[in-house]
């Protein structure tokens, strides 16, 4: 398996790893330059040469991976009988450093109701690296005529139409997700919130509306759903920007985008 078919993998099965590069030699080495190792929790695949060289990075990116660090690390190795290895003598004669950089699980985004706001907040997300999850009971907004706008996004796209239950998808969004509730049905946002409030894997959850309109939804969290005030708490509304005030949908998506990212940047720090 090539290097770019195992870094897919990885992000598909939704585990973290490390690329291992060589990236530089002088003298005798068991691999050139550019030479590619992968390293996942439990395997591997690719070489940069073997011996105590190959042992030690994956030995590295392991740490890194349990650590959960983003910061890419430089390896400098002799390799001569006179060092003492970790993994025993590699004597080519030559040195080697080796570049190893993480390559964590991307994050993930639900957008529920994919209408003005939402097609405008998908096209802004659809420039980060993440599992962007589009959700609609309305097929004639999902078609790939309407969607053609996202063809070179750097997310991935995953498209999701529910024509009854939009919140059994909940369910199966991966662990962390960040979901967003903007439908065009005041009752299907409602019980949206409410299933989100109960799925205990996802990320922060954020609503879109008016105080009159979470007043409401608050109520009936409470007296229909039984949830306590402090569950009820992790509902974000209104999302986006408070002193960004404008209406238009491609204002409003900027707004929530914005107030999203630095969700992502508290999460990291």
């Given amino acids: 398996m090539t290097w770019v078919a195992a870094v897919t993998r990885l992000r598909a099965r939704r585990e ?3 690329l291992v590069t ?3 030699v002088r003298g005798h080495a068991p691999r050139d330059a550019g030479a590619k190792l992968v390293v ?3 395997e591997t695949w690719g070489s940069i040469g073997g011996g105590n060289v190959e042992a030690v990075a994956i030995d590295r990116a392991r740490e890194m991976i349990v650590a959960a660090g983003t910061a890419p690390e430089l390896l400098d190795f002799a390799l001569n ?3 003492t290895n970790r993994h025993g003598v590699q004597c080519c004669g030559g040195t080697v450093s080796v570049l190893l950089e993480p390559l964590p699980v991307v994050r993930a985004v639900a957008i529920f109701g994919v209408g003005h706001v939402g097609m405008e907040l998908a096209r802004i997300l659809a420039r ?3 599992d962007l999850h589009l959700i609609d009971s309305r097929s004639d907004l999902l078609t790939e005529k309407r969607l053609h706008v996202l063809a070179d996004a750097v997310a991935r796209i995953h498209v ?3 024509p009854l239950l939009p919140e059994e998808v909940l369910e199966e969004l991966p662990h962390g997700t960040h979901v967003l509730v903007m439908t065009h049905d005041h009752a299907e946002d409602a019980a949206l919130c409410d299933a989100a409030l109960r799925t205990t894997h996802l990320g922060s959850v954020g609503l879109i509306g008016s105080a009159a309109k979470w007043g409401r939804f608050r109520r009936r969290l409470v007296t229909e759903g039984g949830h306590d005030e402090s569950v009820i708490d992790r509902i974000k509304t209104p999302i986006g920007l ?3 005030t404008g209406k238009e949908p491609a204002t409003i998506a900027v707004s929530v985008a914005a107030d999203l990212l630095r969700t992502f940047e508290n ?3």
Avoid: F, M, N
Wanted: negative net charge; charged residues 25%.
């Fill in 16 to 18: 973290p790893g490390v």
């Fill in 22 to 24: 060589v990236a530089t």
């Fill in 40 to 42: 996942g929790r439990t």
């Fill in 81 to 83: 009988d006179k060092v």
């Fill in 128 to 130: 980060q690296d993440l």
């Fill in 160 to 162: 999701h139409h529910t």
């Fill in 242 to 244: 408070g002193d960004i």
């Fill in 267 to 269: 999460e990291g720090s």
